[in-house]
């Protein structure tokens, strides 16, 4: 937010009435531009809180559909980790529409251009005669868990990963689920075990990108870890 310059900034020029009516117009526009930079952030937080509050609807409807009961735990744990909300409804996004409205809606509000990404390496060394329909459903699917991803890498990934080289295994379990929700879905099962592989290709291609950003983040976590000891 603008500062207003203190008195011991301001020279006096010749006439010092000019001078006076210049710092007035001056102090009148730094109060505008603070009135509507207030009002800005006023508005920005009003939608934040209408958007959480619709992705909590959202995984609260999710919660109560007995179709998915199979996966209340997951979800449950990776809450309990503090995992973004929105992340979550990213995973469910492939198998549940309103997850996948959601989601959209939030990347639309941080204008990021949803677009159909060129195909990972989990889909392109994966020969397995998937419908055009059915590939292109799930690199949407990547392409929405890869840019939810990118808006908060750090918030989401270090509430995922348990240390620098290893992610939580719900996330995976979570997904693979929801891969089989879908199979499901499309008419074409396929046992969860028979997913796990593509599913953990799947996450290393949305994650992968983003590990530079997580190893400053443990090697400053140890940096403060290391102060703290040497304090005590």
Not at 188 to 194: A, L, V
Request: glycine residues 4%; charged residues 30%.
């Amino acid at each position: 937010m603008p500062e207003f310059s203190g008195p011991e900034s301001f020279t006096p020029g010749e006439s010092g009435g000019t001078a006076g009516e210049k710092v007035s117009e001056q102090a009148k526009e730094q109060f505008a531009q603070s009135q509507a930079q207030g009002k800005q952030m006023a508005q920005e937080e009003k939608k934040a809180k209408k958007r959480d509050d619709r992705v909590a609807q959202t995984i609260k409807q999710f919660l109560g559909d007995d179709r998915f009961t199979h996966l209340f735990q997951l979800i449950s744990r990776l809450a309990a980790r503090d995992c973004p909300s929105v992340f979550i409804l990213a995973l469910l996004s492939l198998m549940h529409e309103p997850s996948r409205e959601a989601v959209e809606d939030y990347i639309l509000e941080h204008k990021i251009v949803l677009d159909l990404p060129k195909i990972p390496s989990s889909l392109r060394n994966h020969d397995d005669g998937l419908s055009p329909e059915i590939r292109s459903k799930i690199l949407l699917w990547i392409s929405r868990l890869s840019l939810v991803m990118s808006t908060d890498t750090e918030k989401i990934l270090s509430k995922l990963m348990v240390d620098e080289g290893n992610i939580d295994g719900t996330v995976l379990q979570l997904s693979t689920f929801v891969l089989v929700a879908f199979f499901d879905i499309v008419e074409r099962p396929i046992p969860f075990e028979q997913l796990q592989p593509l599913t953990i290709k799947i996450l290393q291609d949305v994650i992968e990108p983003h590990m530079e950003v997580m190893e400053r983040y443990f090697s400053k976590l140890k940096e403060e870890q290391q102060s703290t000891n040497g304090e005590e």
